[in-house]
């Protein structure tokens, strides 16, 4: 019995953090932590919750610019944030077994610092750290990075795609056992096993070799969130971990089944890739706790901010539109130099529920596009149950609406009925994320070619 | 009686770790750590013993490439490194009161990145940030960022000096009070108190704001170590602290005068910038000991690795010269495109005591170019007092041979000696690394100018 336990499938979970809180008016929210959220003490508390609640990662999301829409961004909006890179590595020092994952672009940034980063992290947490792998496509960062323009979207791909060979071979640079330390003989490491990468591509130029030792985990694990066409090929090439944002069990199930399709062509197993939608849970004691808890949240919602969000969702300005009569008739989604995926999710949902501008910034504010699931711990296992069993998700990364709280619900009512069922670990079993996530450790690019 | 004490003017300490140790063949000495130098725990217990000595802050020095001149760099020498700035971070979590600085280049890196990394990092750790400003002068990093050769010298410190100038600029982009978190009135933030930078340079375009709020120091503290003519004039203009390399009082004292008597065009006073030369303390309990010490060191170093290091000091290759005879003839410095500073520095010793080039490997071997101290904790008080009071320093940043022992020596043997003559706090008075230093917090860009 207790074989067959521990053989059933279990889902993956990643606690991602908005501080304070993914709905847009959380920080409004009398149980959100807004006073100093600029200090290390919320970050602390929120590791060390998701780590009681055995979470295979937290995750952070980043940006490089303040978003100041209508010019109420600033002012109604959460708009400062620490650098998720700097704080990882803190929180590798007060937690010992969740995965710490960063957001980090290759459209504005150097393949040689990220490598040596994550590289960093991972060595410090002892193999716990992962990239989730962005581009970046609005124009407030393009301004912050003395360009006059962001990236079209094909171009960031391309980009992207030779930043990450890049990264990998950075961490390969040096074999896994090229540091010998050997005082007597005064051989600190085997010049053999160091590697110049000699990289000359498009974008990049790359001599090599990085200037600290392979991961811990080999490569820290690579999320990737894009679900364009670009996207997905990008991400059934390199990425371990997908992030995506699917309403709907059918949508999920395509996505799903298209993604680890594409991976064969690839020489990978459909297990090498954990697609794990974002899910953003209402938890109440009763349904119609959950109920009140959403409803409050909407009306914290100020309007400006909300055709706002909307807006940035789907690439496109909204705020001259009647705020309560359905979505204009909007552009080609060839068109949009945004996220392609997004614009498409959000204007289905208007057109499929025939929504208001109002009823639609409403319905996505928190999610911003993801899943929102809501009722009792029993009716949010159920619909996280449902999706991961039946070919749409391999886990899923978890929103709270608002923080610390809403991660608190989640831990302590949700997660004991998902371990109830056998579908959640109970104690972590390995050491680094891979052994949580059951991912491999990967060889060395070096080594594979007998240099 | 203890009024008077209190006002003793008394040197600032910073504890400035190469790993494991400033010595290039401390990785071989019996007494460092080195079986594992990508861990958390060597860094953590430096970081507690720095801040129980009451050091003002710790330093690490940085650098993007792996070198291997005449191939036993990566053989010989400790080539691997975490990177400084998540190492920072999570020092921050262990330490209370010891400010926290890192090296991080100009040259290669953006400063909107940089400047939202040391704003967290000053965040996290509740205002003791510093920012080591340095240019990069190998070739070995330009290969490493799709560049075909390094910055000649005038251009480096052109785009220093504009980097710099951005970077301030986006930490007072949110002035102090710009954060309102009035859940009421939605009201997050003050508009009229956050700033666009609009910059357009000769090397960046930069629109801002930073996204995340003022640091707790309004800037971390910058430091510099250029002692070139350029590096000088920099330093007067923006940094509060310089890292320097002097071998005799004279030079020091001239070094001091000549930086201190710039201050003024620029509207500062001569309190506003320390001035620490770097020193290397060879400690004995007896002055034999202290000998024994040094000569142990000086038969650690394998021959190719002391010519190599001597090499790179004054960047010109001395690999084809008779080890046992005196420097060769040398460009002019005017051709040096490195660090000009330590070429002369170099020259002018191996000139003044006549050295060959074993010699005078063995001699700069440990200090790399900085003063180097040997003796009893007396003899090494001594020393530093005489500087100290003689016009050369306002405090010093000290290198052990070899970690921890060497840190350690100096914290149980030297800082007691200097805290009993009035020159060094027994305790910590302030929370800031600028309240250690005795730097004012800086005015904001923004609000002089009544924007």
Do not use: C
């Not at 950075?170 to 005082?183: G, K, M, V, Y």
């Not at 490491?189 to 130029?205: E, I, R, Y």
């Not at 709907?248 to 954990?274: I, P, W």
């Not at 949240?297 to 539109?321: Q, R």
Request: hydrophobic content about 40%.
């Amino acid at each position: 019995m207790i074989e067959l336990t521990k053989q059933k499938r279990q889902m993956n979970l990643g606690a991602f953090f908005m501080i304070p809180g993914h709905h847009v008016a959380a920080w409004r929210h009398p149980e959100s932590q807004t006073d100093d959220i600029l200090s290390f003490e919320l970050y602390r508390q929120l590791a060390q919750t998701a780590e009681r609640g055995k979470f295979d990662m937290l995750f952070f999301a980043d940006g490089y610019a303040v978003h100041d829409r209508d010019g109420v961004g600033i002012e109604q909006t959460v708009n400062v944030r620490p650098d998720p890179l700097p704080l990882l590595s803190a929180l590798s020092v007060v937690t010992k077994h969740i995965g710490l994952t960063a957001t980090a672009s290759t459209t504005y940034n150097e393949p040689f610092h990220l490598a040596r980063k994550f590289a960093t992290i991972d060595h410090l947490s002892r193999g716990r750290a992962a990239w989730n792998v962005v581009t970046s496509s609005s124009e407030a960062e393009a301004l912050n990075f003395s360009k006059d323009h962001h990236l079209e979207h094909s171009k960031r791909y391309e980009r992207a795609e030779e930043f990450v060979e890049v990264v990998k071979k950075l961490w390969d640079s040096w074999e896994d056992h090229a540091l010998l330390i050997d005082r007597e003989s005064a051989r600190f490491a085997d010049p053999t096993l160091v590697h110049q990468l000699n990289h000359k591509g498009k974008w990049f130029s790359v001599k090599g070799p990085l200037n600290i030792s392979r991961p811990v985990q080999g490569h820290p694990v690579i999320i990737q969130a894009g679900s364009s066409e670009s996207g997905k090929e990008l991400a059934a090439k390199t990425a371990e971990v997908i992030f995506t944002a699917w309403q709907t069990l059918g949508e999920a199930q395509n996505f799903y089944k298209d993604v680890k399709g594409r991976l064969k062509k690839y020489g990978r197993s459909a297990e090498s890739l954990k697609i794990m939608p974002g899910v953003f849970p209402v938890i109440g004691r009763t349904e119609k706790e959950a109920n009140e808890k959403k409803q409050h949240l909407v009306e914290l919602i100020p309007e400006k901010v909300g055709v706002g969000l909307l807006s940035a969702l789907i690439s496109y300005d909204l705020s001259n539109f009647p705020v309560d009569e359905p979505l204009p008739n909007l552009p080609d989604i060839k068109d949009i130099n945004g996220a392609k995926t997004r614009f498409q999710l959000v204007k289905d949902l208007g057109d499929r529920e025939n929504l208001t501008i109002r009823q639609l910034y409403q319905r996505v504010a928190g999610a911003r596009g993801h899943r929102e699931i809501k009722g009792t711990p029993i009716q949010i296992a159920d619909q996280l149950q449902e999706w991961f069993e039946h070919g749409a998700a391999d886990g899923f990364n978890i929103m709270p609406p608002y923080l610390p709280a809403g991660l608190e619900d989640f831990v302590d009512l949700v997660i004991p009925e998902l371990q109830n069922r056998g579908l959640f670990r109970e104690e972590y079993t390995g050491q680094t994320l891979r052994d949580h996530l059951g991912l491999q450790r990967p060889s060395n690019h070096f080594n594979q070619i007998n240099v």
